[in-house]
């Protein structure tokens, strides 16, 4: 699986936007980027994917690269149950296995 | 979604015993999955439990110290065999193929301190 790079650590205050960046400059053409989250005492939930176009849902939007080397996981309002670990994953479609990295740790202020 | 349930949520155990978990889902589902997160680390496939047939075991893990079995569709199980301290950590079913072979949904974990 290609790999992935994410700031350690990020802090946002609540109510405010977040933009959470994942580069993945080896990442194939039949790779999606998936984002999960980790709350404390959880295990991961997800959030969101995609392969090339922008993409929403109800938690989040998923901001791709055109040359899709890098993409953004966008909280339009942070809230403090939003403070979790936050993991960029790539995969390819069926292929079955997820490498986690160390994810980027959201903090929110209140 | 999935609804996932792990069991036990929590044990200590004492080192040279074996310790099962429990992955019971409420849908019959396709893949099935056990992780490890130690302290403060990042998660770990160990394998994908195959229903009828062996475990596939990622690279570091054998079937000698983490047998694995599925029945079938719904549920599954990890022992963690003669236990060492190092063995202390958070251990995660997931499973995929619910809504999508694309998403995983995981179990709360099983946190385990061996004494």
């Known amino acids: 699986d290609a790999k992935t790079t994410q700031p350690n650590s990020m802090e946002s205050n609540e109510e405010e936007p977040v933009h959470l960046p994942c580069n993945h400059s080896?990442?194939?053409?039949?790779?999606?980027i998936h984002w999960y989250r980790q709350l404390p005492s959880q295990g991961p939930e997800y959030v969101i994917h995609?392969?090339?176009s922008n993409v929403n849902n109800r938690m989040a939007s998923l901001a791709i690269a055109e040359d899709r080397k890098s993409s953004t996981l966008i909280l339009h309002r942070a809230t403090l149950r939003d403070a979790a670990v936050y993991y960029c994953?790539?995969?390819?479609?069926?292929?079955?296995?997820?490498?986690f990295g160390p994810g980027t740790r959201l903090s929110v202020l209140p | 979604s999935a609804v996932i349930s792990q069991k036990p949520s929590r044990d200590i155990c004492q080192r040279g015993t074996s310790l099962t978990i429990q992955c019971q889902v409420d849908?019959?589902?396709?893949?099935m999955f056990w992780y490890r997160q130690q302290p403060g680390q990042s998660l770990t496939l160990i394998a994908t439990?195959?229903?009828?047939?062996?475990?596939?075991?990622e690279s570091g893990f054998v079937i000698d110290k983490f047998p694995i079995s599925r029945p079938n569709l719904t549920f599954s199980t990890l022992t963690v065999s003669n236990m060492s301290p190092e063995d202390s950590s958070i251990y995660l079913c997931?499973?995929?193929?619910?809504?999508?072979?694309?998403?995983?949904?995981f179990g709360a974990g099983t946190r385990l301190s061996v004494l």
């Open positions: 080896t990442i194939s053409g039949t790779d999606y």
């Open positions: 439990a195959n229903q009828g047939s062996e475990a596939t075991y």
């Open positions: 994953i790539l995969r390819v479609y069926y292929g079955q296995n997820f490498v």
């Open positions: 995609g392969l090339t």
């Open positions: 849908s019959q589902v396709t893949m």
């Open positions: 997931s499973v995929s193929g619910v809504t999508s072979q694309n998403i995983q949904y």
